[in-house]
Nanobody, 116 residues
Framework: QVQLEESGGGLVQPGGSLRLTCAHS????????MGWFRQAPGKQRELVAS???????NYAGFVKGRSTISRDNAKNTLYLQMNSLKPEDTAVYFC??????????WGQGTQVTVSS
């Protein structure tokens, strides 16, 4: 029933910026705590940032200070603003409940590629 659709990825040069959007449908509200995750080829999916319904945020060390996670509860939409992007940020980015099972439902993600 729950559907998650990520968008906003693309190819950017190092130092560039992207704003990712996650559209949630099939449920009445966004999950109480939402997260952005990323997965590079051959690597495990990892948490990038999370935000609660009340706006409390947490960030992984590799994005802290250059990324901002936010949510619009009225629109059932989650965002991730990423600045000062680095080649190591290259990955497929997913949104989901912060505590979603790795084996559960995940969307298709949106590709972020940082390269010269």
């Amino acid at each position: 029933q729950v559907q998650l659709e990520e968008s906003g990825g693309g190819l950017v040069q190092p130092g560039g910026s992207l704003r990712l959007t996650c559209a949630h449908s099939g449920g009445i509200f966004l999950f109480a705590e939402m997260g952005w995750f990323r997965q590079a080829p051959g690597k495990q999916r990892e948490l990038v940032a999370s935000v609660t319904r009340d706006g409390n945020t947490n960030y992984a060390g590799f994005v802290k200070g250059r990324s901002t996670i936010s949510r619009d509860n009225a629109k059932n939409t989650l965002y991730l603003q990423m600045n000062s992007l680095k080649p190591e940020d290259t990955a497929v980015y997913f949104c989901n409940e912060r505590w979603a099972s790795p084996l559960g439902y995940w969307g298709q993600g949106t590709q972020v590629t940082v390269s010269s």
